[in-house]
C-alpha cells in the first residue's frame, strides 16, 4: 500500500517563507502532487514533480528526491490567504491513483 | 482551467433511503474520475476509480455494493449511496483526469455534503 507522511500543523509570519516536508511510501510511484484545500472547499492542484528537483510556479515551488523519497513544498512571501491545508498526494500504480496524506493545517498570522 | 461539477452540493436524506451524486466534467473528457470521501478535519480518502465503460476499481474497505458507481459516459459519472446510515455522513469529492491534458493532474468537484438522519 501506500504511506505518506507530513506535519500536521505549521504556523508561520505573513512575508516570510515556510516548507512543509512529506515523506512517502509506495509501489510504482509515477509522482507527488500538492494540493491546497481551504475550509469547506474542495483540493486545488498546486504542483507536480515526476522526476527530482524543483518546480517552481510562482510564489510555490516542490521539490523531489525519489532516491529519498522526499519532497516539499515552499511557500514563499505568504499571505494571509494562503492559511489553509496542504496535501501531499503520490500517483501509483496502473491508474496512477492519487492517495493523499493527512494534510498540513498551515496558519499564516500576521 | 478544466471544470468539474458536482450535484448536489449539499444533500440531506433520512436513514434507509439512496442518495445519487452526479460528477461532471464541463470542458473536457475524462476517462477515469475518482471518488474521495473526507470527514472532518482529514485527509481525503480515496473510495473507487471510476472508468468510462468498465467497472469501478474500489479501495480496500470499500463495500462496493453500497457505493454504486456507473462512469457512463466520457463526462458523466454517479455515486449512489444505498441505504444510507448515519454513519455515510461525509463530504463527498469527484476528481477527473482530462483524457487529453497532462496525466499527473487531477480537478476536483466542489464536493457534496451528504447528511443522513
Known amino acids: 500500500g501506500q504511506s505518506l507522511e507530513q506535519p500536521s500543523e505549521v504556523t508561520a509570519v505573513e512575508g516570510a517563507i515556510v516548507q512543509i516536508n512529506c515523506t512517502y511510501q509506495t509501489s510504482g510511484f509515477y509522482g507527488l502532487s500538492w494540493y491546497q484545500q481551504h475550509d469547506g472547499g474542495a483540493p486545488t492542484f498546486l504542483s507536480y514533480n515526476a522526476l527530482d528537483g524543483l518546480e517552481e510556479t510562482g510564489r510555490f515551488s516542490s521539490f523531489l528526491s525519489r532516491s529519498d523519497s522526499y519532497g516539499y513544498l515552499l511557500l514563499q512571501e505568504l499571505q494571509m490567504k494562503d492559511s489553509a491545508s496542504y496535501f501531499c498526494?503520490?500517483?501509483?500504480?496502473?491508474?496512477?491513483?492519487?492517495?493523499f496524506g493527512i494534510g498540513t493545517k498551515l496558519q499564516v498570522i500576521p | 482551467g478544466a471544470v468539474v461539477s458536482q450535484h448536489p452540493s449539499r444533500v440531506i436524506c433520512k436513514s434507509g433511503t439512496s442518495v445519487k451524486i452526479e460528477c461532471r466534467s464541463l470542458?473536457?473528457?475524462?476517462?477515469?474520475m475518482f471518488w474521495y470521501r473526507q470527514f472532518p478535519k482529514q485527509s481525503l480518502m480515496l473510495m473507487a476509480t471510476?472508468?468510462?465503460?468498465?467497472?469501478?476499481?474500489?479501495e480496500q474497505g470499500v463495500e462496493k455494493d453500497k457505493f454504486l458507481i456507473n462512469h457512463a459516459s466520457l463526462t458523466l459519472s454517479t455515486l449512489t449511496v444505498t441505504s444510507a446510515h448515519p454513519e455515510d455522513s461525509s463530504f463527498y469529492i469527484c476528481s477527473a483526469r482530462d483524457a487529453g491534458g497532462r496525466e499527473e493532474t487531477q480537478y476536483f468537484g466542489p464536493g457534496t455534503r451528504l447528511l443522513v438522519l
Open positions: 471510476s472508468n468510462e465503460g468498465s467497472k469501478a476499481t474500489y
Open positions: 470542458d473536457f473528457q475524462a476517462t477515469t
Open positions: 498526494a503520490v500517483s501509483s500504480g496502473g491508474y496512477q491513483k492519487v492517495t
